[in-house]
């Protein structure tokens, strides 16, 4: 079994002819390593954008890629792709979480006119495998490749960050680390599915309707963190950010929260993260940004007054 870890690199281009962005694609960088998690192989290819004229700044400065070396490479994506859809073979391909496929399968899209891959045949999500054994659980983030390459004090010194083959060798060090083969099976797809595209190219969101049927009703509730007893919702439910808010109170302990329930909609789940926080937290917080606006207001005024001053003492008599 061959595994190949791919990592993209890509520009903001806007197309005329499909009359949208487009996250067009400019490096490919892989490494493929034998069932004994050695590397035999590596691939590194920059690909002359068809749609984009010129890399943004942006991406320029985070990759050091110019767009001198871009024309000069003289090299198409669709070139790059049978180049690639070689190295891969019939192994499972890696990417650090789903941007580089739903990239990928972007740019194909733009070329071939159509979301599917027919060359992948089996893939895995390398962050969230690595979420996995690491046991990240952060609701509201997720790990990030130079993260975890800290986390496990991998010494990167002789690898430039977003370079795409440095960066599949990053990912590729925090893989083996991380080995467990079980595991990974279990969290590799079959790429050959409509099922698998469904998933994967499904949007993550927050319900922010309460009618919503994915809004478990019964759920929203809170005990009481010191006696534990149900609580008494206090308020209508309202929408704050991504999450519905209620005051409760309980009546055993004669004391008010806030509680806060967000469901987080995924392709196969629902996530519901819950937070309760005391009322007297909540105030002292909202008189600490009052008294912090009021604070930064005064300020305004005073240093407006002194140029105005500064601007009178300047002019002429
Ligand atoms: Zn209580």
Redesign the pocket.
Known sequence: MNYIILDLEWNTAFSNKKKKYINEIIEFGAVKTDENLEIIETFSMLITPQIGKKLNARIQELTHITDEELSSANNTFTHTLKCFEKFLGTGVLLTWSTSDILVLIENYNYYYHTEKLPFLTKYCNLQAYCEKILEFHKPSAQLGLSACVEMLEINNDCLSMHRAKDDAIMSFYCFKRLFDEQKLRSMTELALTEEFYKKITFKTRYITEINNPNVDRTQMFFN??????E?QRKSRWTIKGRSFTSKFI??????EFQGKISFKLRYDETLINKKLTPMEEIKKEQKRIKAEKEKAEKLKKQKAKVKNKKTTKKQPQ
């Open positions: 009481c963190p010191k006696c534990n007893e609580m309980c009546k055993n302990c004669k004391k």
